[in-house]
């Protein structure tokens, strides 16, 4: 009895010491509570994943005629092995999880706490969506066999709208943009002909399986006739959503390479919404678009929206206020384009070396090499930097492509121990953002620029800009991003004709849009 009663006694000793522990957690409470909550949606997804199990062995047991020589019949038991040990991967997170939770004393395990959540949560989700498909695969079998004549005709649809696919318009655009852009020949030459070699083994896909579908209409077909049914419907059925979108895709790839486009960092904001941060960066796309690439005409467009972004972009950008986080140039495909911070405009200057380009060139000022923009383009310099441009001199861009070469950022820091000139402390970045609410919420605390206006989420009303030889330039902050010309979709400035289909790359999800608001064309007549 006294043992058992100093056994209890040391328990609650443990106990208490655990409860302390927790207590003394500098985890905040509401990281703690996903946690805890995640922990019960484990146990749940075990318990998901095991009814999986059980319903694909109870449907391979139930026709094993169907499933006799099927690949599925080891595919899908492999499946749900596979996220039975992804489950356990974000099981042993959680368990690192709970030892945080004990002992974290620091910003830093607060950090990591979170970065195992972040990935206990995706691997969980993935465990617990993996299994699912492999269920409704097996189910969707089952469904098919007893239903033949309802997926026959849904067959014969699938076939029927994957030939009703135009590929001329696609054909077209690849053919003028291979013209134009002779360096991407080959890689749209491959992706037409891969469109094309696709309807052509659907076609033959089709003649193949055209006994299994006589034998099926008459309600005769063999198990095994019925297994390749099931796979043609299923690769029909994947190629009539599929072939539409990628020809699409393709067609808009062409006219990717008629738009260069920079997309600069214009303010930085964290909100909170309940026990969560949601994190959020306001970045205008200037894009320069090619009318006519032969005579090398263009227009210039901007637009301007706040985009959520995951924690980890924003942190990753934190730096780089005012200056273009990503760039692509004319003759590239979004997919090529980079996402080195950079000061803007510096990507359309010409090297020394070379001395001049459609953008401008180099010229002699004062004793200084010093690059002038040609007229045309002013309107562009206007759009990337605001009113806060400065003449660049030839020693400013050497230090710049030096950067670039060693794979470093550029913030143009006179000497190692100079304020930074470009970026979130950078001297010019204070003029032109004094109103953002990066600053306005202390976004340069700590730093020799430091403001002490706190009022977060003001925005700044600035003047219009004026563009030499071109005119006032209108510009909308209704509080979703200035436009200049107030349209949302963006103002075009330059000769006539449409923006190249293309769906660009994307930068985090986009916030409600402003208004429309009528909107006026400069440049190139």
Sequence with gaps: MVARQRSLYRAGVVCLAAVVLVGCSRLPRALRQQIDAERSALQQTQRDIESSQKTVRDDLAHSPDLFKE?????????RL???QATLGSARKDLEQLDQLTRNARSDGDTQRAERLLSEERELRRKAQTDAQSAAADANNWLDFERNQPHYLAAMQHEYDSIHAIDLAPVTAAVTRAEQDWPAKKSALDDRLSGLKRRIETDDEQWRNTAMARQDAAAGHASGAEIATLIQANNELQRESAKLPHDAD????ASGQLYDSWDKVLSDLEVSN????????????TVRTHYTDVAAKKTQVLSDTQWVDVPATTYHRFEKDLGMTIAHKDAGQFDSEATEQAQPPGFSYIASPEVGRNQYGYWSNTGGHSVWTWLPEYLILRELLWGHSY???????YNGYAAARRAGQTYYGRATPSSPPKYGSSGTVTTQRYAGSRYVQSGGYAG??????????????????????????????????????????????????GGLGAGTGQRFGTPRAAPPRLPGRRFGRR
Excluded: C, M
Excluded at 249 to 252: E, G, P, T, V
Excluded at 273 to 284: I, L, P, R, S
């Design 70 to 78: 099927a690949p599925v019949k080891t595919e899908w038991p492999a």
């Design 447 to 496: 730093s020799a620029y430091a403001t002490n206006n706190r009022s977060t989420g003001a925005v700044r009303t600035e003047t219009p800009a004026r563009v030499p030889g071109f005119g006032r330039v209108e510009e909308h902050d209704n509080g979703a991003g200035k436009q200049f010309g107030g349209s949302r979709s963006g103002q075009r400035f330059g000769t006539g």
């Design 390 to 396: 400065q003449p660049i001199y030839i020693n400013e």
């Design 81 to 83: 092995d596979s996220a």
């Design 249 to 252: 895709d393709l067609r808009a």
């Design 273 to 284: 919404h309940g026990n969560e941060k949601t994190y959020a960066e306001k970045v205008t």
